[in-house]
T-cell receptor, first 114, second 113 residues
Framework: GAGVSQSPRYKVTKRGQDVALRCDPI?????LYWYRQALGQGPEFLTY????????KSGLPNDRFSAERPEGSISTLTIQRTEQRDSAMYRC????????????FGPGTRLTVT | SQKIEQNSEALNIQEGKTATLTCNYT??????LQWYRQDPGRGPVFLLL?????KEKRKERLKVTFDTTLKQSLFHITASQPADSATYLC????????????FGAGTRLAVHP
């Protein structure tokens, strides 16, 4: 594809509901990253996939957060029982495999928990 | 734990001058460091990568230095233009066998005509 796409772009949900955020990486990019970005801060690492394998989930804040990438392409970040503190911009990025490559970021999903 | 520090205050400069942004890191030794630009409402966009064995890297009006002794990277924009106004993010790598980056909070640059 032309770039990393994410959907939905905006999501408003009530506290306690589950949400699923989708990321479609650049075709051929086997590395996929999820970040969370607060206003005025840089992206905060959440998790990393190499193809379909979730190789690093050290940044997931708690067990309400999970992610999958079953076929090594599209990824879904799921937040269960959302809380107001989960409100943030969630960004996805993809890159070629290995170290030292630029990451291409998607436009993000703005999540608001009311 | 790893810590990244960038100028927290906005940098205001006059068009045509050189902008210099600072990135300091502590408690680890990154193999490489990347710089990204972020415009309001958009995702970060890659600008430059510099490796630990490189002292300096240039790309058009951009220059990055990497001092592993001082644990510091400097990002320069020469002949700055109002279109260079944005937030610039420093992202040193973290070891782990893949492209894991830790991002700083960014420095907002405003170039005035």
């Amino acid at each position: 594809g032309a770039g990393v796409s994410q959907s939905p772009r905006y999501k408003v949900t009530k506290r306690g509901q589950d949400v699923a955020l989708r990321c479609d990486p650049i075709s051929g990019h086997v590395s996929l990253y999820w970040y969370r970005q607060a206003l005025g801060q840089g992206p905060e690492f959440l998790t990393y996939f190499n193809y379909e394998a979730q190789q690093d989930k050290s940044g997931l804040p708690n067990d309400r957060f999970s992610a999958e990438r079953p076929e090594g392409s599209i990824s879904t970040l799921t937040i269960q029982r959302t809380e107001q503190r989960d409100s943030a911009m969630y960004r996805c990025a993809s890159s070629l495999p290995g170290g030292g490559y630029e990451q291409y970021f998607g436009p993000g999903t703005r999540l608001t928990v009311t | 734990s790893q810590k990244i520090e960038q100028n927290s205050e906005a940098l205001n400069i006059q068009e045509g001058k050189t902008a210099t942004l600072t990135c300091n890191y502590t408690n680890y030794s990154p193999a490489y460091l990347q710089w990204y630009r972020q415009d309001p409402g958009r995702g970060p966009v890659f600008l430059l990568l510099i490796r630990e064995n490189e002292k300096e890297k240039r790309k058009e009006r951009l220059k990055v230095t990497f001092d592993t002794t001082l644990k510091q990277s400097l990002f320069h924009i020469t002949a700055s233009q109002p279109a260079d106004s944005a937030t610039y993010l420093c992202a040193p790598s973290v070891s782990g066998g893949y492209n894991k980056l830790i991002f700083g909070a960014g420095t907002r640059l405003a170039v005035h005509p």
